[in-house]
């Protein structure tokens, strides 16, 4: 994986650049994938599941769901557990191009804005990019995570500053999405 200078899954939300931009490793969509995706989702569309059916629609061949090529490309993203509490929102997802068996995807993440929420945990916009092995754009998406923050010193008030979302996390600590 590479990634520009200050830039990874690793950061505290106050640590994090607006620009910053990371790549995942590929990973290589297999039969087994569409096969496996089929049967947890029940989408057994032609599309995906029939060879004679796909060899003679759109695209020649069978190809991966939408939303496999989008959940494995999430997967691809080193997201800490420590840092990234929870995933809060997909928006604008856009596929450009089928992702046929065999093909070798990556992610690219970019930074595209960040808001504080309260003392502990702040909303990282993400604008991802996933692509095949020859660079060319399968997908888009905005993603918005929920950050932890790093640890500040206390203002006095335990309130969130002015404007801001109210507190994520309720008062026993479970975190509100």
Known sequence: MSATKGFGFDLDFDGLEEGAKLVSRGRTITESDLVSFAALTGDWHPQHADVEWAERGPFGERIAHGMLVLSYAIGLLPLDPERVVALRGIRSVVFKRPVAIGTTIHAEAEVTGTRPLDQGHGLVELALRIRDAD???VARAAIDALWRRSP?????NGHAADG?????????GRVLI
């Open 135 to 137: 660079g060319r754009l």
């Open 152 to 156: 500040a010193p206390a203002s006095g």
């Open 164 to 172: 801001a979302d109210p507190s994520p996390v309720d008062a026993s």
